[in-house]
């Protein structure tokens, strides 16, 4: 990303997580794996679920009925981070609003769904309506419908850095000035057959079999949820009394590894820095869904910006969501430790990539 | 003056399509009016009766043949080989590089009932594991990159059937922040039964050979394929003595936020596009001089489609020409929008705007030239690619032979 252009801010955040429906920042609290009761299963199962809500209770006029529930979480999340903005759509121009949303999965409930509805009526008697509701990119369209955006809609993913990607994506559409005001999403449901890809390759966490505290746990607890936050580049704040900055973003980079991740890393931060490394109040964790005790990336944060420096560690429940977590990682960091100034957002997938993202938070 | 290193140049383009391997079949095959669409029964499932374009024969690669390499993955990885060759440079040259890969289906050629009837037994099953893990699209642009041992930023894009080009307008975006210093671009889809089944749910298949923009069109057929375009900015180009096959000239992305599966009737969002798409690139609509439709057929998107060229190109001196090419391949999904970039490229190269076939009853819009009948032979300096999906998503891409 090009450096020393206007930084892009957020300004808006909303939320679908086991906290519920939120916009702004969460108060987070303890939060321990939830017994999934969406399938049977030879035992207790744990995951961080999303407890049920009615969506319409939460964004008045919304009608979910037959969207995956990840389309779902997303027009809740969207709706209650523009909210949170203070952002009034019938005063703008939605041609000039993008919708940039990371997921892993996709609608892979619906996906079941559709391969369910073939066994049981075989290939020539599948539902017209599920169909088009399993594309991985129905939940960000069903944004720009509901809130009438016309501007650009797009759906990436990355197997480890999906939301990292969305963002600085979004960041490059307003520079680029193809956009005003975009909407970044990201997040994922979890189904019967992802959880069972999880523990069929043995990754799960003792603690999703049993009631152990998640800080002692090793593996990874699966989870799910949505999180959406607003961009705006900065100096159009100023256009709308009572807006708030959440972080400013300055430029960022992520790519796939080959190297060992403390050389890609230094390597990539002095590119974006054109060689000068700042103070840095705060380096800000993220995960790819490894343990949150023996992730690599707090001890790269430390190596990368020197001992003093206060390390946020990766959120159990946003390393859950693998790829698409960067995000809920970026969040709920802001909202557990009220910190401001220049951070470094820096996620590893230990040899396999890494991302970096200048912040300056409020 | 032409600023050299924000300009996007195509140094190399690959693709795989039911011609075989490379722009020569391609170009072999469109030229000749050849068609690909092959019409079969109980071909992709019982009870299938439809028309397909396949992809026959693809080489036997060690990687590519992995369990974790899904059709799509395979697809892709051949194309994106055969643009590093078009380019003229080995893969060490793409080190660094980033990727843009796009797809709809991912792995779910892979995959099957059986995993959402009971998934553990699948997954137990030889090999499960491994199909499984090529499921999210994703992992398109890591099969490409893990192959060739690239290392710059991966992304994978899924906007339904406009994810091919939306990759390569995203990589652009991308290369002039200086997110890698090229692109490898593109998109891969496979036929599946997964998709053929939903779009016969939706009653969108002709079950003949389709017949874009005619007036008794009956629906699309679908095809298969991978197009990659190698993207770097003129300067990096010249720098390298590489040879420049176009210029990216203007790209732009829209949303109709209208409906999941139809186009908004007038076709406003694709206009739109095609009129940012001709503001990025400084053109007018009397510069650009033949359109690669989206094109697929269906009743809905053929009229919402013909009143966008109606709109965007209103006030130019001549009706527009336009085609759809997937009259000779069927519609690629993910990778259509890739696939017809680099068959919009060779129509610049070559100097030759390829007709629809099988159109004898065009639908009436007076602006537009729907091109018909024999390739005309023209120097062609600026065309236009025009893709869109459900879900409203749209987008155009402006390629030019030169600088302007």
Redesign the interface.
């Known amino acids: 990303?090009?450096p020393n252009l206007p930084p892009i801010a957020i300004t808006g955040i909303g939320s679908v997580s086991p906290y519920g429906p939120l916009a702004g920042l969460i108060q987070p609290g303890p939060l321990e794996p939830a017994a999934i009761t969406g399938w049977t299963s030879a035992g207790e199962r744990r995951a961080f679920l999303v407890p049920p809500f009615r969506p319409a209770a939460v964004v008045p006029g919304l009608n979910t009925r037959r969207l995956d529930r990840l389309s779902a979480w997303a027009l809740v999340a969207s709706s209650l981070a523009l909210k949170d903005a203070g952002i009034e759509l019938n005063s703008i121009d939605?041609?000039r609003v993008a919708?940039v949303f990371a997921t892993?999965?996709?609608c892979v409930e619906l996906?079941?769904?559709?391969?369910?509805s073939?066994?049981a009526n075989?290939?020539?008697g599948?539902?017209?309506i599920t169909?088009?509701?399993?594309?991985?990119?129905?939940p960000?369209?069903?944004v720009?419908?509901f809130?009438?955006?016309?501007?650009?809609?797009?759906?990436?993913?990355?197997?480890y850095f999906?939301g990292e990607?969305a963002m600085?994506?979004a960041a490059?559409?307003l520079?680029?000035g193809?956009a005003d005001l975009a909407i970044v999403l990201a997040g994922d449901a979890l189904s019967?057959?992802t959880y069972?890809?999880y523990?069929?390759?043995d990754l799960l966490s003792p603690a999703c079999y049993n009631s152990h505290p998640v800080s002692e746990a090793e593996g990874f607890i699966p989870a799910e949820g949505v999180a959406a936050v607003v961009l705006e580049p900065s100096d159009r704040i100023n256009l709308r009394p009572n807006a708030r900055t959440y972080a400013r973003i300055s430029s960022g980079?992520?790519?796939?590894?080959?190297?060992p991740a403390e050389i890609?890393c230094q390597k990539i931060i002095r590119q974006m820095l054109g060689g000068s490394v700042p103070s840095f109040c705060t380096a800000i964790c993220s995960g790819n869904g490894a343990p949150c005790a023996t992730s690599p990336t707090a001890t790269l944060a430390h190596e990368i910006v020197g001992e003093g420096v206060a390390i946020i560690h990766p959120n159990a429940y946003a390393q859950g969501l693998a790829?698409s977590g960067a995000l809920f990682h970026l969040i709920l960091a802001s909202s557990s430790a009220r910190v401001s100034g220049p951070a470094l957002f820096l996620g590893t997938a230990r040899n396999n990539?890494f991302a970096a993202i200048l912040l300056e938070l409020s | 003056m032409t600023d050299t290193h924000k300009t996007v140049v195509v140094t190399g383009v690959g693709i795989v399509s039911p011609y075989g391997i490379g722009m020569d079949c391609l170009q072999a095959g469109m030229l000749s009016g050849q068609s690909c669409l092959v019409r079969t029964k109980d071909d992709?499932?019982?009870?299938?009766d439809g028309t397909t374009a396949r992809v026959c024969g693809l080489p036997s690669m060690a990687d590519a043949s992995r369990p974790e390499f899904s059709r799509t993955d395979q697809l892709a990885v051949i194309a994106a080989q055969d643009a590093m060759a078009s380019s003229g440079c080995d893969s060490s040259t793409f080190?660094e590089a980033?990727i843009a890969m796009a797809s709809?289906l991912?792995g779910?050629t892979e995959i099957?009932?059986g995993?959402?009837?009971d998934?553990?037994p699948w997954?137990?099953r030889p090999g499960?594991?491994s199909r499984?893990a090529s499921?999210?699209?994703?992992?398109v642009?890591?099969a490409v990159?893990n192959h060739f041992?690239?290392?710059?930023?991966?992304?994978?894009?899924?906007?339904?059937c406009a994810s091919g080009a939306?990759a390569i307008a995203?990589a652009a975006?991308?290369l002039?922040?200086?997110?890698?210093p090229m692109f490898l671009a593109g998109g891969s889809d496979p036929l599946c039964?997964?998709t053929?089944?939903?779009?016969?749910?939706?009653?969108a298949l002709d079950p003949n050979p389709c017949t874009p923009f005619d007036q008794n069109r009956k629906g699309t057929n679908l095809g298969e394929g991978s197009a990659v375009l190698v993207l770097e900015t003129l300067a990096a180009a010249t720098a390298r003595s590489a040879k420049v096959l176009a210029v990216l000239r203007g790209w732009?992305?829209?949303?109709?936020?209208?409906?999941?599966?139809a186009p908004q009737k007038e076709g406003s969002?694709l206009a739109?596009c095609i009129r940012l798409s001709m503001e990025m690139a400084q053109v007018s609509g009397d510069d650009i001089g033949y359109v690669n439709a989206h094109g697929t057929g269906t009743p809905l998107n053929d009229s919402a489609e013909a009143n966008a060229y109606e709109t965007a190109f209103r006030g130019r001196n001549r009706p527009i020409p336009v085609s759809s090419t997937k009259s000779y391949l069927g519609h690629c999904l993910g990778a259509a929008g890739a696939v017809e970039a680099a068959i919009t490229i060779m129509a610049i190269r070559s100097g030759a705007l390829i007709p629809t076939l099988r159109l004898t009853n065009p639908i009436e819009s007076p602006g537009v030239d729907w091109l018909r009948g024999k390739v005309k032979r023209q120097p062609l300096p600026l065309a236009m690619s025009a893709s869109s999906?459900?879900?409203?998503?749209n987008t155009v891409l402006i390629f030019g032979s030169g600088l302007s």
């Open positions: 990303m090009t939605r041609s919708v892993i999965f996709g996906t079941e769904a559709f391969y369910l073939a066994a075989g290939w020539n599948t539902d017209p169909f088009p509701e399993t594309l991985a990119s129905a960000a369209s069903h720009s419908m809130h009438g955006l016309r501007g650009p809609n797009i759906t990436v993913s990355n197997k999906g990607s600085l994506q490059c559409l520079r680029h193809q019967r057959s069972a890809w523990e069929e390759a980079l992520w790519a796939a590894g080959g190297e890609i790829g990539g | 992709w499932f019982p009870g299938f080190r980033g709809t991912g779910l099957d009932t995993i959402a009837k998934p553990g997954y137990r499960g594991l499984a499921y999210p699209f994703a992992h642009a890591d990159g041992g690239i290392r710059g930023p991966r992304c994978a894009i899924s906007v339904a939306m995203l975006n991308m002039l922040d200086g997110a890698a039964a997964f053929l089944s939903g779009f016969n749910s939706l009653q732009a992305m829209t949303n109709d936020a209208f409906h999941t599966t969002g739109d999906g459900f879900g409203g998503n």
